[in-house]
């Protein structure tokens, strides 16, 4: 694409590779979800792992349907989430400097390491314990029957908070690196921190303790991990000064 004399590019110019780069992620999410839908049985019995013999029905005709192509387009996004990244960073990057295209990929590839974790440790430890304690409930009278439609939301949101959750450590980084948080303040606030925990930890979990020790417990670990990032960034902040004192 042609550029200005000054090396920037044409307002009409940019949003047409804008629109090309669109173009090229919305095309790559449709055919890994297309690829998913064709593949739905295996992807779903992930998912459905961790419920064991219960079989999942559904109420209406399009319920079963409907609740593939959910679960195709979510799988299709984490799939296709490589290429739509690097279409955005591609053309974002042109206008970034040498130390924020690193800031950038280094915050990029941090929440993706850490949303990772979360989702593997909800599937294979909370979710488990999430569905026995719902499990404990059936009886004679009441047999456990799970909606396709309504376990396959459930399960995604499930994960997708505890991926969400595991971003502690890079969110406080982040603004600690700007100045907004501090190892003071944060080491000074553990109890207020602790007690938030609790109470996320009381929503996101049912109401039986083991389940909301093993996601305080993780949390604890993380807030700390975040005081020690924000320790990190705090000396580089100093010394930057520092040398700029000089």
Same mark, same amino acid.
């Given at each position: 694409?042609?550029?200005?004399?000054?090396?920037?590019?044409?307002?009409?110019?940019?949003?047409?590779?804008?629109?090309?780069?669109?173009?090229?992620?919305?095309?790559?999410?449709?055919?890994? %979800?297309?690829?998913?839908?064709?593949?739905?049985? +295996?992807?779903?019995?992930?998912?459905?792992? #961790?419920?064991?013999s219960i079989t999942l029905i559904y109420l209406s005709p399009?319920?079963?349907?409907?609740?593939?192509?959910?679960?195709?387009?979510?799988?299709?996004?984490?799939?296709?989430?490589?290429?739509?990244?690097?279409?955005?960073?591609?053309?974002?990057? #042109?206008?970034?400097?040498?130390?924020?295209?690193?800031?950038?990929?280094?915050?990029?590839?941090? %929440?993706?390491?850490?949303?990772?974790?979360?989702?593997?440790?909800?599937?294979?430890?909370?979710? +488990?314990?999430?569905?026995?304690?719902?499990?404990?409930?059936?009886?004679?009278?009441?047999?456990?029957?799970?909606?396709?439609?309504?376990?396959?939301?459930?399960?995604?949101?499930?994960?997708?908070?505890?991926?969400?959750?595991?971003?502690?450590?890079?969110?406080?980084?982040?603004?600690?690196?700007?100045?907004?948080?501090?190892?003071?303040?944060?080491?000074?606030?553990?109890?207020?921190?602790?007690?938030?925990?609790?109470?996320?930890?009381?929503?996101?979990?049912?109401?039986?303790?083991?389940?909301?020790?093993?996601?305080?417990?993780?949390?604890?670990?993380?807030?700390?991990i975040g005081i020690i990032m924000v320790m990190i960034s705090?000396?580089?902040?100093?010394?930057?000064?520092?040398?700029?004192?000089?």
């Open positions: 694409m042609s550029k200005n004399k000054d090396g920037t590019m044409p307002i009409l110019e940019h949003l047409a590779e804008l629109r090309l780069r669109l173009l090229i992620a919305a095309g790559a999410l449709l055919v890994t %979800a297309m690829f998913c839908f064709a593949h739905i049985e +295996p992807i779903r019995g992930i998912l459905t792992g #961790p419920l064991g399009p319920e079963a349907f409907m609740a593939n192509i959910r679960l195709a387009l979510f799988s299709g996004l984490i799939i296709s989430s490589p290429v739509i990244f690097y279409q955005l960073l591609a053309f974002a990057f #042109p206008g970034l400097t040498r130390g924020e295209k690193f800031f950038v990929v280094s915050v990029l590839l941090g %929440a993706a390491f850490l949303f990772s974790t979360g989702v593997v440790f909800a599937y294979y430890v909370v979710f +488990p314990f999430t569905l026995r304690f719902f499990l404990q409930f059936a009886s004679e009278q009441v047999e456990p029957l799970f909606a396709v439609s309504d376990y396959i939301s459930f399960a995604i949101s499930f994960h997708v908070a505890f991926g969400v959750v595991f971003q502690l450590p890079l969110l406080t980084w982040a603004l600690g690196k700007i100045g907004l948080l501090s190892t003071a303040f944060l080491r000074r606030h553990r109890k207020i921190a602790l007690l938030i925990m609790l109470i996320l930890s009381s929503v996101i979990t049912p109401p039986d303790i083991i389940s909301q020790v093993i996601l305080v417990l993780p949390l604890l670990l993380l807030y700390e705090e000396k580089k902040r100093l010394k930057m000064l520092a040398e700029e004192e000089q």
